[in-house]
T-cell receptor
Framework: KQEVTQIPAALSVPEGENLVLNCSFT??????LQWFRQDPGKGLTSLLLIQSSQREQTSGRLNASLDKSSGRSTLYIAASQPGDSATYLCAVRRRGAQKLVFGQGTRLTINP | EAGVAQSPRYKIIEKRQSVAFWCNPISGHATLYWYQQILGQGPKLLIQ????????DSQLPKDRFSAERLKGVDSTLKIQPAKLEDSAVYLCASSFPGSDTQYFGPGTRLTVL
């Protein structure tokens, strides 16, 4: 059974810092991994998707990496801004299924 | 393009009562998902539909939860009777079949007293 873990559960940093969020998964037979953002009272928004054959994906100030053999992914946020404050969730999709298995999320606060 | 619509946004009920949630997916999306997100946890898939057929309901507590997707468009999720541990946000998502991208609605926050 796939299990996804995110550490830390919460993180607070001053504006302008670069930061890394971590995600680990137990079963390396994944199809892809996604990072989502969730704002209070709103649904999830997909930020980055990495296919199992890829090592990283970038979008603006965000960079996500994937090491399938070690069961790890990181989300790097450069030059953090108060608007980046949200909960960040990673989710993995198994081969042959569309079901996503989510981690518990990291609640990020960027202090002005 | 209109997003995934859900109603109600909030619901408070007492335990042992019944409740129903409604979801309208993005037009043309044949695949529809219901997730349960308990406070402090990630979403957990309850049921996945392809058109009006069930693809995966392995984590749906079938003794109290039911879902249907008549005509392959709108969907309803029902809980009867509700328990305290059902307090959560219920998220609906939709996608094209086989697509990597799921579009999420704003969710329904259920509080069971």
């Amino acid at each position: 059974k796939q299990e996804v873990t995110q550490i830390p559960a919460a993180l607070s940093v001053p504006e302008g810092e670069n930061l890394v969020l971590n995600c680990s998964f137990t079963d390396s037979a994944i199809y892809n991994l996604q990072w989502f953002r969730q704002d209070p009272g709103k649904g999830l928004t997909s930020l980055l998707l990495i296919q199992s054959s890829q090592r990283e994906q970038t979008s603006g100030r965000l960079n996500a990496s994937l090491d399938k053999s070690s069961g790890r992914s990181t989300l790097y946020i450069a030059a953090s801004q108060p608007g980046d404050s949200a909960t960040y969730l990673c989710a993995v999709r198994r081969r042959g299924a569309q079901k996503l298995v989510f981690g518990q999320g990291t609640r990020l606060t960027i202090n002005p | 393009e209109a997003g995934v619509a859900q109603s109600p946004r909030y619901k408070i009920i007492e335990k042992r009562q019944s409740v129903a949630f409604w979801c309208n997916p993005i037009s043309g999306h044949a695949t529809l998902y219901w997730y349960q997100q308990i406070l402090g946890q990630g979403p957990k898939l309850l049921i996945q539909f392809q058109n009006n057929g069930v693809v995966d309901d392995s984590q749906l507590p079938k003794d109290r939860f039911s879902a249907e997707r008549l005509k392959g468009v709108d969907s309803t999720l029902k809980i009867q009777p509700a328990k305290l541990e059902d307090s959560a946000v219920y998220l609906c998502a939709s996608s094209f079949p086989g697509s990597d991208t799921q579009y999420f609605g704003p969710g329904t926050r259920l509080t069971v007293l």
